[in-house]
């Protein structure tokens, strides 16, 4: 909850149930980190992916930002379409990652 109530959250709904979600965290001046990117299975193949990364990339209070970053595990397609792409200079980025701090 903590990080939903700190984020720019979208979200969209078929009949008052939520079938995908995405969040920005941002300083809404120069970066953004977009998260936790999810369409249901079942309304999967529908465009609403693009539909939701378009929305969110349109987004007024995200514009003129220097940097957006993501981390995906396959849906590098998808956002290559809006411009994401691998780092250019890759060792100038780095992480501290604590798998598994769910569980």
Known sequence: QK???NSLCFGIYHQNNQIGFARIVS?????AYLADVFILEDYRGKGLSKWLMKTIIEFPELQGLRTWMLKTKDAHGLYKQFGFDSPKIPERIMEISKNNMYE
């Open 3 to 5: 990080a939903i109530d």
């Open 27 to 31: 300083d809404f001046s120069s970066f």
